[in-house]
C-alpha cells in the first residue's frame, strides 16, 4: 500500500478493512513539502531594491516545492548563489528563469539565515556604488524575479579615504583667504561628492593643542567641470602653527 501527498501538513491516516480500523488507526502523518523548486520560489524585502555600501541589504526567499506548496523546512542554506553584474538579457520566447548574465561581476558578500520554517533570510553587501542586476540563484536556477534592478548608493563619509590637495593644506597667512579641496569619499572609496556638502565642517587648532581658533570657512559647490572636488576656502583671524 502506497500514497502521495501534494500538500505539507499534519494529517490523520485512516486504514480501515470495511467500515472497521486496523489496530492503531487512525495515524497521526507529517507530511513534509518536496524539494524547493526555484521557479516557484518569492522573494521579498526593502533589500531587493538595493542598499548603500555601509548597510546590508534584507530580503526574504519564502521556498515553494514543485506544486506551488510552502515548504515548512530548511536545510538549503548552503545552495544559493548572489551576484551584482553590470548587464542581463532575456530570451525572447523562453522561459523567465532562462536569463544570459554578462558583464562584470563585482564583488559581493552575502549571508544566506535558515529559519527553518522554509523561508530564509539573507543580506548581502555591495562595496562598489552603482545600478546593478542582482542575481539570486538556488541551485544553479534564477528564483522568480532574478535578476532584478537594485541601486548601491554610497556610503557615509570617511576622512580616512578623502582625498585633499592644495596648498591650504601645507600654510596660509593670516587674514588672507586661502584654499584646498577635498574629494569626499566613503569607507569603500566611492565618490559621496554630490551628497557631501552639508557633511564637511572645518575646524582649525594650533598644533598639538586641542582648542580650536576663530576662523571664517565655507564649502564651495562641487568644482566645474565637475571632477568630485570641493573647494574649502578660509580665512584665519590670527597667526600660528
Same mark, same amino acid.
Given at each position: 500500500?502506497?500514497?502521495?501527498?501534494?500538500?505539507?501538513?499534519?494529517?490523520?491516516?485512516?486504514?480501515?478493512?470495511?467500515?472497521?480500523?486496523?489496530?492503531?488507526?487512525?495515524?497521526?502523518?507529517?507530511?513534509?513539502?518536496?524539494?524547493?523548486?526555484?521557479?516557484?520560489?518569492?522573494?521579498?524585502?526593502?533589500?531587493?531594491?538595493?542598499?548603500?555600501?555601509?548597510?546590508?541589504?534584507?530580503?526574504?526567499?519564502?521556498?515553494?516545492?514543485?506544486?506551488?506548496?510552502?515548504?515548512?523546512?530548511?536545510?538549503?542554506?548552503?545552495?544559493?548563489?548572489?551576484?551584482?553584474?553590470?548587464?542581463?538579457?532575456?530570451?525572447?520566447?523562453?522561459?523567465?528563469?532562462?536569463?544570459?548574465?554578462?558583464?562584470?561581476?563585482?564583488?559581493?558578500?552575502?549571508?544566506?539565515? %535558515?529559519?527553518?520554517? *522554509?523561508?530564509? #533570510?539573507?543580506?548581502?553587501? +555591495? /562595496?562598489?556604488?552603482?545600478? $546593478?542586476? @542582482?542575481?539570486?540563484?538556488?541551485?544553479?536556477?534564477?528564483?522568480?524575479?532574478?535578476?532584478?534592478?537594485?541601486?548601491?548608493?554610497?556610503?557615509?563619509?570617511?576622512?580616512?579615504?578623502?582625498?585633499?590637495?592644495?596648498?591650504?593644506?601645507?600654510?596660509?597667512?593670516?587674514?588672507?583667504?586661502?584654499?584646498?579641496?577635498?574629494?569626499?569619499?566613503?569607507?569603500?572609496?566611492?565618490?559621496?561628492?554630490?551628497?557631501?556638502?552639508?557633511?564637511?565642517?572645518?575646524?582649525?587648532?594650533?598644533?598639538?593643542?586641542?582648542?580650536?581658533?576663530?576662523? %571664517?570657512?565655507?564649502? *564651495?559647490?562641487? #568644482?566645474?567641470?565637475?571632477? +568630485? /572636488?570641493?573647494?574649502?576656502? $578660509?580665512? @584665519?583671524?590670527?597667526?600660528?602653527?
Amino acid at each position: 500500500m502506497s500514497y502521495i501527498c501534494n500538500v505539507s501538513g499534519v494529517y490523520s491516516l485512516d486504514i480501515r478493512v470495511g467500515t472497521e480500523h486496523i489496530a492503531g488507526s487512525s495515524f497521526t502523518v507529517q507530511c513534509a513539502g518536496g524539494e524547493a523548486c526555484p521557479t516557484n520560489c518569492t522573494m521579498e524585502g526593502l533589500g531587493l531594491a538595493g542598499t548603500n555600501t555601509d548597510d546590508a541589504g534584507a530580503f526574504t526567499v519564502v521556498t515553494r516545492d514543485e506544486y506551488g506548496f510552502l515548504r515548512d523546512q530548511g536545510g538549503e542554506s548552503s545552495a544559493f548563489y548572489l551576484a551584482l553584474t553590470n548587464e542581463a538579457k532575456w530570451y525572447k520566447g523562453t522561459f523567465p528563469s532562462m536569463v544570459d548574465i554578462r558583464g562584470k561581476a563585482h564583488e559581493l558578500e552575502f549571508k544566506p539565515k %535558515d529559519n527553518g520554517d *522554509g523561508t530564509y #533570510t539573507i543580506e548581502y553587501y +555591495g /562595496r562598489k556604488a552603482g545600478s $546593478y542586476y @542582482l542575481t539570486v540563484l538556488l541551485s544553479g536556477t534564477h528564483l522568480r524575479g532574478s535578476p532584478m534592478n537594485v541601486v548601491i548608493q554610497p556610503g557615509r563619509l570617511h576622512l580616512p579615504h578623502c582625498l585633499f590637495a592644495g596648498e591650504g593644506t601645507q600654510a596660509c597667512v593670516a587674514g588672507i583667504e586661502q584654499s584646498f579641496t577635498i574629494c569626499p569619499r566613503d569607507e569603500h572609496g566611492n565618490d559621496i561628492s554630490a551628497i557631501a556638502h552639508n557633511a564637511i565642517r572645518c575646524e582649525f587648532a594650533p598644533k598639538g593643542q586641542t582648542q580650536t581658533m576663530e576662523a %571664517d570657512w565655507s564649502v *564651495g559647490p562641487v #568644482t566645474n567641470p565637475p571632477d +568630485g /572636488r570641493h573647494r574649502v576656502a $578660509y580665512v @584665519l583671524k590670527t597667526a600660528t602653527q
